[in-house]
């Protein structure tokens, strides 16, 4: 993942006085969050948004790991990856702050929206963020969940107005029997390898966990949090192509080109 990390421009460089903009504590580019100059920690509210669970990372692997040879190659492999942390240690985290993260998202030029996670409480505030990214050019792509319901969980069921929903399939190209469905209504849904979710891990999805973690710095995991990062890097290579594609364009385009096998 070395390289592929964003940077904020605004917070990178030496200020006025000769000191690094990443580390003098000073807001340089106003934004409101002091040394943001590789994303933020919307848990702890600071500029360290390093992962402390594995998903975050496992995800941002799937999405992004450069095709170097080692480990594993990412669906983009030369995308890049804007860390913004809004689950604990615990994964668990707060609808307030994933809304502060994708509000952070947009207003720094990220394109495409990877929110791997998902809950049963209907926020309308919520709805409005993703609303409001959408009618910015961004795209939102979330998980459908992984109680085998008959709908998918929030945000991802907002996706029959805005955004994306990821479901997922197994190892054997079959609708994984965890993943939360698409319910009776129109929506934009799609699925992608979410792995077995079973014991034996070759099963799964293999991606980068930290490098603090003991062992070789690979896991396997699964669910649909797996699957939306294959959909997001899907949807990053298309505007590497072309850039001016807008976010009712990328579920066009996905409609019309998936298979509708499973």
Same mark, same amino acid.
């Given at each position: 993942?070395?390289?592929?990390?964003?940077?904020?421009?605004?917070?990178?460089?030496?200020? !006025?006085?000769? =000191?690094?903009?990443?580390s003098?504590r000073v807001?340089?580019?106003?934004?409101g969050?002091?040394d943001?100059?590789?994303?933020?920690?919307?848990?702890?509210?600071? /500029?360290?948004?390093?992962?402390?669970n594995?998903h975050?990372?496992?995800?941002?692997?799937?999405? @992004?790991?450069?095709?170097?040879?080692?480990?594993?190659?990412?669906?983009?492999?030369?995308?890049?990856?804007? +860390?913004?942390?809004?689950?604990?240690? %615990?994964?668990v985290?707060?609808?307030r702050?994933?809304?502060n &993260?994708? /509000?952070?998202? $947009?207003?720094?030029?990220a394109?495409?929206?990877?929110?791997?996670?998902?809950?049963?409480?209907?926020?309308?505030?919520?709805? /409005?963020t993703?609303? %409001? &990214?959408? #009618?910015?050019? !961004?795209? *939102?792509?979330?998980? @459908?969940?992984n109680? @085998?319901r008959?709908?998918?969980?929030?945000?991802?069921?907002?996706?029959?107005?805005v955004?994306i929903?990821?479901? #997922?399939?197994? =190892?054997?190209?079959?609708?994984?029997?965890?993943? /939360? =469905?698409?319910?009776?209504? !129109?929506?934009?849904?799609?699925?992608?390898?979410?792995?077995?979710?079973g014991? @034996?891990?070759s099963?799964?999805v293999?991606?980068?966990? +930290?490098?603090?973690?003991?062992?070789?710095?690979?896991?396997?995991?699964?669910?649909?949090?797996?699957a *939306?990062p294959q *959909?997001?890097g899907?949807?990053?290579?298309m505007l590497?192509?072309?850039?001016?594609?807008?976010?009712?364009?990328?579920?066009?385009?996905?409609t019309?080109t998936?298979?509708?096998? $499973?």
């Amino acid at each position: 993942m070395t390289g592929n990390i964003w940077s904020n421009a605004g917070e990178t460089g030496v200020d !006025a006085i000769g =000191r690094n903009k990443a580390s003098n504590r000073v807001d340089d580019d106003g934004n409101g969050f002091v040394d943001d100059f590789r994303g933020w920690d919307f848990v702890n509210n600071d /500029n360290d948004p390093m992962d402390d669970n594995n998903h975050g990372t496992h995800i941002s692997g799937l999405v @992004a790991a450069k095709k170097d040879g080692v480990g594993i190659t990412g669906t983009a492999p030369t995308a890049k990856i804007m +860390p913004l942390k809004i689950l604990d240690s %615990a994964g668990v985290g707060k609808i307030r702050d994933e809304i502060n &993260a994708i /509000n952070y998202a $947009v207003a720094n030029g990220a394109k495409v929206i990877n929110v791997s996670l998902g809950g049963q409480e209907l926020n309308y505030e919520e709805l /409005n963020t993703i609303r %409001a &990214a959408e #009618a910015q050019g !961004a795209i *939102v792509i979330s998980a @459908a969940g992984n109680d @085998a319901r008959a709908q998918a969980d929030y945000p991802a069921r907002f996706a029959n107005e805005v955004g994306i929903a990821v479901g #997922a399939v197994s =190892r054997n190209g079959l609708f994984a029997d965890y993943s /939360n =469905r698409a319910g009776s209504e !129109a929506i934009n849904y799609f699925v992608a390898p979410g792995g077995d979710g079973g014991t @034996a891990g070759s099963g799964d999805v293999y991606s980068t966990v +930290p490098l603090s973690q003991p062992g070789i710095p690979y896991q396997y995991f699964a669910g649909t949090s797996m699957a *939306v990062p294959q *959909v997001s890097g899907v949807i990053a290579l298309m505007l590497q192509a072309n850039p001016n594609l807008t976010p009712a364009d990328i579920k066009r385009i996905l409609t019309e080109t998936a298979n509708r096998a $499973v």
